[in-house]
């Protein structure tokens, strides 16, 4: 069984910055994809960036240039550096692992993390 924790979330004055951290345990290969997602009140959860462990990265749109997501298949980590953060990027959250195993894909995901961007 995988299992997921972030840390590493708080309260940052605008323009700041804020590193989350992801400790994944458990079956997993580097051809798994884990990344981060978040959820805001009131919204759907969204994609922020992936890894897919071969060094192939995707972001959304409302974060390129600001965050960088960089993964240690070793260690079974992946962090989110965010930098320049405003309100918008208020939310919870959450590491993911994607795995596909015998043509089967699973989700595995943490409690999230809180982020809240104020001054």
């Known amino acids: 069984q995988v299992q997921v924790v972030e840390s590493g979330g708080g309260l940052v004055q605008p323009g700041g910055s804020l590193r989350l951290s992801c400790l994944a345990s458990?079956?997993?290969?580097?051809?798994?994809?884990m990344g981060w997602y978040r959820q805001a009140p009131g919204e759907q959860r969204e994609l922020v960036a992936t890894d897919n462990g071969d060094g192939t990265t995707k972001y959304a749109d409302f974060v390129k240039g600001r965050f960088t997501i960089s993964r240690d298949n070793t260690k079974l980590t992946v962090s989110l550096q965010m930098n320049s953060l405003t309100p918008e990027d208020t939310a919870v959250y959450y590491c993911?692992?994607?795995?596909?195993?015998?043509?089967?894909?699973?989700?595995?995901w943490g409690r999230g993390t809180q982020v809240t961007v104020s001054s």
């Open positions: 993911n692992v994607n795995q596909w195993r015998w043509g089967v894909p699973s989700d595995y």
């Open positions: 458990g079956s997993i290969f580097n051809h798994d994809v």
